[in-house]
């Protein structure tokens, strides 16, 4: 059973940072054919967004909206998947989901999806 649990959410003034963090049980992150495993995130009243996709040899794409403030990697070892959020803005606040066994941006090709963390960002 694949389970995943993010972590390290929480508020933050603008221009902080944060990390989150997601464990995978049940799923090799190390895999290279393995397919995508990403960061999506959504607001009060939008849609579900992508954030960050990190292919199996950790090939990770952005967002133009994040790029150059965010770093999405993958620990093979720990089996786990981070989102080192720097430079917050008031527009970043939203619930961060970690997704896996999708492909690229597609979000409704991801199997397997976290609870969720939630990060606030004020002023």
């Known amino acids: 059973q694949v389970q995943l649990v993010e972590s390290g959410g929480g508020s933050v003034q603008v221009g902080g940072s944060l990390t989150l963090s997601c464990t995978v049980s049940?799923?090799?992150?190390?895999?290279?054919?393995?397919?995508?495993m990403g960061w999506f995130r959504q607001a009060p009243g939008k849609e579900r967004e992508g954030v960050a996709v990190?292919?199996?040899?950790?090939?990770?794409r952005y967002a133009d909206s994040v790029k150059d403030r965010f770093t999405a990697s993958k620990d093979n070892s720990k089996n786990t998947l981070s989102l080192q959020m720097n430079s917050l803005q008031l527009e970043d606040t939203a619930m961060y989901y970690c997704?896996?066994?999708?492909?690229?941006?597609?979000?409704?090709?991801?199997?397997?999806w976290g609870q969720g963390t939630q990060v606030t960002v004020s002023s």
């Open positions: 997704a896996a066994g999708g492909f690229g941006w597609s979000m409704s090709s991801y199997s397997h």
């Open positions: 049940g799923y090799d992150v190390s895999t290279i054919n393995a397919y995508w």
């Open positions: 990190i292919y199996g040899d950790g090939t990770a």
